[in-house]
């Protein structure tokens, strides 16, 4: 999610831009840009820095498993199979 902080502000500095003629309608121009913008925001499924690091440390952990896994297997393979061409 998009901090409420950083909407507020894209939405100031949009408003801060436009004409002067459109500026003056004031708070109301704000609040509609800043809804908005959240609305896209939200629409777009956008995830913090934070969220997006913390699924990062999850993915390599995972990764990190797996390869563990892997090497595990292909020792246990080894292992079984000359017992395996023996039995042939």
Same mark, same amino acid.
């Given at each position: 999610?998009?901090?409420? $902080? %950083? @909407?507020? &502000? #894209?939405?100031?500095?949009?408003?801060?831009? +436009?004409?002067?003629?459109? /500026? !003056?309608?004031? *708070?109301?121009?704000? $609040? %509609? @840009?800043? &809804? #908005?913008?959240?609305?896209?925001?939200?629409? +777009?499924?956008?995830?913090? /820095? !934070?969220?997006? *690091?913390?699924?990062?440390?999850?993915?390599?952990?995972?990764?990190?498993?797996?390869?563990?896994?892997?090497?595990?297997?292909?020792?246990?393979?080894?292992?079984?199979?000359?017992?395996?061409?023996?039995?042939?």
């Amino acid at each position: 999610m998009i901090d409420p $902080k %950083k @909407i507020e &502000q #894209i939405a100031r500095q949009v408003h801060e831009s +436009m004409p002067k003629g459109l /500026r !003056e309608f004031g *708070d109301d121009v704000e $609040k %509609k @840009i800043r &809804q #908005i913008l959240q609305a896209q925001f939200n629409r +777009m499924d956008l995830v913090n /820095r !934070e969220e997006f *690091d913390v699924q990062t440390q999850v993915l390599l952990r995972t990764r990190e498993k797996l390869a563990m896994m892997e090497q595990r297997l292909a020792a246990l393979e080894e292992k079984l199979a000359p017992a395996t061409k023996d039995a042939e």
